[in-house]
């Protein structure tokens, strides 16, 4: 029989259980910071594409608008055959090219989510037939305020706000910094 065993051959429970401990409060930290690097990166993923597709949308929309040789403003897209207006959500431009019409509209989906605005899509149409949110070009989605109105001086301002993934938040658009504002202003040209 050994006596004087020595200390170092062997790990205590008491040792094994601290070690232990200390890696599960390590790894918990490292999880918590992966998850929310991951949230902060989709945040930034969702601003930088609502950026790009507002953009790119405000532009074809300026452009139709500056070849225009008419522009009539409706409240909406159901009301395309009613009175034209000076302010709404709808607005059938005349093109001097193929095709002869097109109609820029926004819908409110049916299916809103329970906090943070109420968020819709902007469509183009083309055609003189009536527009129909199933069937027409989706052009950007999570918008709100999308809106024509006619100035005394002749131009037409549109504008609209897209609503981005927040962080920490995770709704759309659920704050004023988790908003993107798009607008500008066209004169149509004369028939």
């Not at 008491?14 to 200390?22: T, Y």
């Not at 993923?45 to 507002?54: D, F, I, P, Q, T």
């Not at 199933?134 to 052009?139: C, I, N, S």
Request: proline fraction near 6%; glycine fraction near 10%.
């Amino acid at each position: 029989m050994k006596t004087g065993a020595k200390a170092t051959e062997g790990h205590t429970l008491v040792e094994l259980s601290v070690a232990g401990g200390v890696a599960m409060i390590v790894g918990l930290i490292l999880f918590f910071s992966l998850s929310q690097g991951v949230w902060l990166f989709r945040s930034n993923e969702s601003e930088m594409w609502s950026r790009e597709n507002g953009s790119s949308v405000i532009r074809a929309i300026q452009g139709s608008l500056q070849s225009a040789q008419t522009e009539k403003i409706y409240a909406d897209y159901t009301k395309v055959s009613g009175t034209d207006i000076t302010y709404g959500s709808c607005a059938v431009l005349t093109l001097p090219e193929g095709p002869t019409t097109i109609t820029y509209y926004w819908w409110l989906s049916p299916i809103q989510p329970s906090a943070g605005p109420k968020l819709g899509n902007i469509y183009s149409h083309t055609g003189t037939t009536a527009p129909i949110p199933a069937t027409d070009k989706l052009l950007a989605s999570n918008v709100t305020n999308f809106e024509f109105r006619r100035n005394p001086n002749g131009t037409v301002r549109v504008g609209f706000v897209v609503g981005i993934l927040g962080y920490p938040r995770r709704l759309l658009g659920s704050i004023e910094t988790d908003l993107l504002r798009f607008s500008t202003s066209a004169i149509p040209r004369n028939p």
